[in-house]
């Protein structure tokens, strides 16, 4: 038992050996993941260390279990930034970043969860973007989340349906900050590897019809396949693209594999001709933030 006086001095010794604890626990960590990326190597597994979906369980139980005055954005924003790293332990993790009109919000959306010594590239193209990821060039592309006036939309693309289509993996920012004064984007991250099922998640998928189909009539056909869903935008025809596109947000977690996807184009009879998962995303978390009133300055 510890019977030293409660000095400030006895308290910073004290600060000096949880420190010294946190950094030999690093250490170790690191350890272990290189022993994964090993285990990885002789399996045959990605290239990249990368896993969204657990990283996102990862986050979700720190902060479950999180108690005291630290705010819990800031216990994520730390294991982020490690989890980045630990990932380029294993291989190679680049992300190119779509800032439309140099917007440095997207920027810095990408630096908070990717991490500070991440490589990252800025273009104002989306499909620039998606260019470097499907030639390798990217690990992973950070997109604007569409919107329904946008002028030249990129999901479409995910549609395709073509050997090299990139997938939706992950929606940022993953934990919300409130305190934010200013108003953060929302980004798509994209990515060749698929979405992984976190028990809470979300699924865009894409419906392709001969004519455009309401809302209304969406809601009622996702209904009754047992799906839940909102409609977040259309497009209609053109030259090089003969079907209306209708960009769905679905709750849970599907594959193409799903046996709703069929019912759904069966069930619309012949008003829908394909339905396309183009990927989707783990649930954000809404953390609390704030310190408390009874916390003081740690030195």
Not at 41 to 64: F, H, W
Not at 99 to 126: C, I, K, N, Q
Not at 183 to 197: F, H, N, R, T, Y
């Amino acid at each position: 038992m510890n019977t030293e006086p409660e000095t400030l001095g006895a308290l910073r010794r004290e600060i000096d050996r949880i420190d010294t604890s946190i950094h030999d626990l690093l250490v170790r960590r690191s350890e272990v993941v290189g022993r994964i990326g090993a285990v990885k190597k002789r399996s045959g597994s990605s290239p990249t260390g990368m896993r969204p979906g657990r990283e996102a369980r990862v986050i979700r139980r720190l902060i479950a279990r999180h108690r005291g005055p630290l705010p819990a954005v800031v216990v994520a924003r730390l294991w982020r930034e490690l989890i980045s790293a630990f990932t380029r332990l294993q291989g190679p993790l680049t992300v190119a970043v779509c800032a439309p009109e140099m917007s440095v919000g997207y920027w810095d959306l990408a630096r908070s969860h990717f991490g500070s010594t991440t490589p990252m590239s800025l273009h104002r193209s989306p499909f620039v973007v998606m260019r470097e990821v499907a030639r390798g060039e990217g690990t992973v592309g950070v997109l604007p989340v569409p919107e329904s006036d946008d002028e030249d939309p990129w999901w479409p693309l995910l549609a395709a349906e073509t050997n090299d289509t990139l997938r939706v993996i992950s929606r940022l920012p993953f934990v919300e900050d409130r305190s934010s004064r200013f108003g953060i984007p929302a980004a798509l991250v994209v990515s060749k590897m698929p979405q992984e099922d976190t028990k809470d998640d979300r699924t865009l998928v894409v419906i392709a019809s001969d004519a455009r189909i309401g809302r209304a009539r969406i809601n009622e056909l996702l209904g009754c396949v047992a799906l839940t869903g909102r409609s977040i935008t259309a497009l209609d025809p053109r030259e090089d693209r003969p079907e209306w596109l209708h960009l769905i947000e679905v709750e849970g977690y599907l594959t193409a594999a799903d046996p709703r996807i069929g019912a759904l184009v069966e069930g619309a009879r012949g008003r829908i001709g394909r339905v396309v998962a183009i990927g989707g995303f783990a649930n954000p978390v809404h953390a609390p933030t704030g310190i408390h009133s009874a916390a003081v300055a740690a030195e």
